[in-house]
């Protein structure tokens, strides 16, 4: 995809970048993105996305705009408040950026859900069944899974490519499901302060950038682009402002990706 006049200025903080470049530029406006959840994560990856330029961008989520979700929930707004997530989320980004394509829909995940054309899948969401059925099908459909986590003052990140190599391990590798009666201790329950998710979502992000732009051919030399964080865990303690990057192994026994 070739860069506009408009869009020279509009990335250009980006493009000035040593080993991103118009190139790097054209490679994140190349990629189609699709962010589960339009909730406290859901809506700061959706708003640095559509910032950062990655060319289509589609959001599913089925919930509803509530008043205790204004807390961290940046991308909606006190108007929006029984309005659907996916659709307030969607006009957000599409108000920081009209120039790239931007859909919603009002809509669970599934693994009957098509997820052909995308190239990088967020998990924003705070069920864990549904954590399991994302992992399951981007490893199906050899997908870039970039899977963040929030409660409290806790936090984590990381990407599963366990389909694109099968030498990496999957999101169940880490987090083995052992029973199908798991309690979901999400936001709701364990509670959050907003900018815990706003941090978590900053570094998915990071990893997308990084993802798309892994391995380009201008990219020499240039740790941030030559080195996947695929196969690493990062935890984030806000009571401590510590971030730990510990190496996840290949569960051999796993029920997905064995």
């Known amino acids: 995809m070739m860069i506009s006049d408009n869009d020279l200025t509009r990335y250009s903080r980006q ?7 118009e190139e ?25 996305c559509a910032a950062t330029g990655f060319g289509s961008i589609d959001i599913w989520d089925n919930d509803k705009v509530e008043l ?16 659907s997530k996916a659709k307030s989320l969607q006009e957000s980004c599409q108000e ?19 997820i052909k054309k995308y190239d990088i899948i967020f998990d924003c969401t705070d069920n864990i069944e549904t954590r399991y059925i994302i992992n399951k ?41 052992k029973s199908l009666n798991m309690p979901n201790y ?11 998710t706003n941090f978590i979502a900053s570094l998915q992000v990071i990893e997308a950038i990084r993802e798309s732009l892994f391995k380009l051919k201008h990219n020499t030399n240039n ?14 303690d806000a009571s401590t402002h510590e971030i730990n990057k510990i190496k996840i192994k290949k569960n051999p026994n796993c029920n997905i990706c064995k």
Not at 15 to 21: K, W
Not at 24 to 48: M, R, V
């Open 15 to 21: 493009i000035i970048i040593p080993g991103f470049e």
């Open 24 to 48: 790097g530029q054209e490679e994140i406006l190349s990629k189609n993105i699709l962010i589960i959840g339009a909730g406290g994560l859901g809506c700061p990856t959706a708003l640095h």
């Open 68 to 83: 205790s979700n204004l807390n961290r929930q940046i991308g909606h707004k006190n108007s929006r408040i029984g309005f």
């Open 96 to 114: 920081i950026n009209p120039n790239i394509s931007i859909s919603s829909k009002n809509k669970s995940f599934g693994l009957k859900s098509d």
């Open 137 to 177: 099908k981007c490893h199906l459909e050899k997908k870039i899974l970039v899977s963040g986590a929030a409660t409290q003052f806790e936090g984590q990140v990381s990407v599963f490519k366990s389909g694109v190599d099968k030498n990496l391990p999957c999101y169940e590798c880490v987090f083995p499901k």
């Open 186 to 196: 999400n936001c709701r329950e364990a509670g959050i302060i907003g900018p815990v």
């Open 223 to 236: 740790f941030f682009f030559d080195h996947s964080n695929a196969g690493y865990l990062f935890l984030y």
